[in-house]
């Protein structure tokens, strides 16, 4: 530790720090003064001393607190007051401490704010969230949860004083503490906003606690407001019917990334169904392997092999251990796959043929590494679910 913390203190250009473990304590002393740092991600479990020191951090661009003692919640606004001429970014995780008092007094001071993720703080709720966006009408990228409330659906959401026009990224994390039986009607109440707004929303990221089959009237009314727009689509602890799934891949004409529980016993009409789109590289297997209702069967070689033969520019497949890419193709050719299983005749081209050549897949098999965000992010190109 005391090795790590030298080599901190003497690089003087470091941009990006994270420390998810809770050992912040030993590098702040070597954190101070360090004009070049912009990005800072921590597990803020500090005491009162130590909490006044990493307040002194200042010029940041993107803060991230993974969990926070409250004297980080104490120092907060007065720490987001020094540095509100240079930040773009707030992620609060997992802070049992933040209350809407501290939450407002902090994004007051942040009218230019551009990112603000507030996951899983459970005394901060969706009404709180939402109502506190009038102060931060420049944001591109949102993220917060949604707390069983018989407010849930359709208050709050009159309850938003300024139009979040430029909207990019949307996570909603909904929590139950019992099985819901009907999409939230949060989500649909909040995606008709958006489409109110005309917000321009690439990304988005929807998760419940208790795995529910999202009904296909939520899903037109997804893409009814965003159809043109979307580039990626996480669909966590949930499922889709198949004409859902060929609904997305048919109309999100410019759909990249797409994550979602593959189903095992129906994998051919699944590939059929994503093979509506032209756009689609990155596919994402969000299935729960280590589920308390039973082991699901894990995603196969067999069953990669058949995705990545019927969809047509599908380069890569993410599973729960592993990530499945497809070699660059060679010289364009034709070539034709019939599967007896479900009647179909489809032509392959390019990509395909190339993934077909010498009889198999030429795929390159990696292990899966921990991502350097949080799921409720806004997706990186260098990395997905």
């Not at 990005?39 to 005491?47: G, M």
């Not at 009314?221 to 799934?245: F, K, R, Y």
Request: glycine fraction near 4%; include cysteine; hydrophobic fraction near 40%.
């Amino acid at each position: 530790m005391r090795d790590c913390a030298r080599t901190i203190d003497l690089c003087d250009n470091i941009v990006s720090f994270t420390c998810t473990p809770s050992v912040l304590a030993s590098f702040l002393l070597s954190l101070q003064k360090k004009l070049s740092l912009q990005h800072i991600r921590v597990n803020a479990n500090l005491t009162y001393e130590q909490s006044q020191l990493f307040a002194k951090i200042s010029g940041l661009r993107s803060i991230a607190l993974d969990t926070g003692s409250p004297y980080v919640v104490d120092v907060l606004p007065k720490w987001i007051a020094s540095v509100k001429t240079t930040l773009m970014n707030l992620t609060l995780f997992s802070i049992q401490e933040l209350n809407d008092c501290i939450l407002e007094s902090v994004l007051i001071d942040l009218p230019h704010l551009t990112g603000l993720h507030v996951i899983n703080c459970t005394k901060i709720d969706h009404n709180t969230v939402l109502r506190l966006t009038s102060h931060t009408p420049e944001l591109r990228s949102l993220s917060f949860t949604s707390w069983d409330s018989p407010r849930a659906a359709g208050s709050i959401i009159n309850g938003i004083i300024t139009p979040l026009r430029r909207l990019r990224h949307l996570t909603i994390d909904s929590h139950h503490s019992l099985s819901p039986t009907n999409t939230p009607g949060l989500w649909t109440s909040f995606i008709q906003k958006t489409r109110m707004w005309s917000a321009p929303l690439r990304s988005i990221t929807l998760r419940l606690t208790e795995k529910l089959v999202i009904a296909d009237g939520f899903i037109d009314e997804l893409l009814n407001a965003h159809d043109a727009t979307l580039t990626h689509i996480a669909l966590l602890n949930c499922s889709l019917s198949l004409e859902s799934v060929r609904k997305i891949c048919r109309r999100c004409a410019e759909l990249e990334r797409f994550a979602v529980s593959i189903p095992i016993r129906d994998i051919y009409s699944f590939a059929e169904a994503l093979s509506r789109s032209t756009s689609l590289h990155t596919l994402s297997d969000v299935s729960d392997t280590h589920s308390s209702h039973g082991t699901r069967v894990a995603v196969s070689k067999p069953d990669i092999r058949t995705i990545m033969g019927i969809v047509p520019n599908l380069r890569r497949v993410i599973t729960d251990e592993r990530v499945w890419t497809v070699r660059p193709p060679g010289p364009s050719t034709i070539s034709v796959v019939v599967l007896p299983t479900c009647g179909l005749t489809l032509p392959l081209a390019g990509m395909q043929a190339e993934k077909r050549r010498d009889g198999g897949f030429r795929l390159e098999l990696k292990r899966k590494t921990s991502p350097p965000t949080h799921w409720f992010m806004p997706p990186s190109k260098s990395y997905q679910y």
